[in-house]
Nanobody, 122 residues
């Protein structure tokens, strides 16, 4: 069974940092594009960051550029999102995703985790 499991969310004060992890199991994801999305109640899922399978290409939403860093460890079948200088507007459920097409649209991503909640207090 293919699974993506996020961890590392929590409550943090504005200006703080969190590191999210996405552990994949069931098959290797070393050839997949990996990405992070986030969602708040009543809003559509929003692109945060994406990383090509080789790690050579990254993309970030303008709202997180310079503050968030996406990375992966293919040997561990795990992806990370380092989030620094967090703002209250970063509060959301964060989801990791895997797919074969590199992009900001959530539709092509085939595999999704259950999400981890990030709450940033002011």
């Amino acid at each position: 069974q293919v699974q993506l499991v996020e961890s590392g969310g929590g409550l943090v004060q504005a200006g703080g940092s969190l590191r999210l992890s996405c552990a994949a199991s069931g098959r290797t994801f070393s050839r997949d594009v990996m990405a992070w999305f986030r969602q708040t109640p009543g809003k559509e899922r929003e692109f945060v960051a994406a990383l090509s399978w080789g790690g050579g290409n990254t993309a970030y939403a303008d709202s997180v550029k310079g503050r968030f860093t996406i990375s992966r460890d293919n040997a561990k079948n795990t992806m990370y999102l380092q989030m620094d200088s967090l703002k209250p507007e970063d509060t959301a459920m964060y989801y990791c995703a895997a797919g074969s097409i590199y992009g900001r649209d959530p539709s092509p991503y085939n595999y999704w985790g259950q999400g981890t909640q990030v709450t940033v207090s002011s």
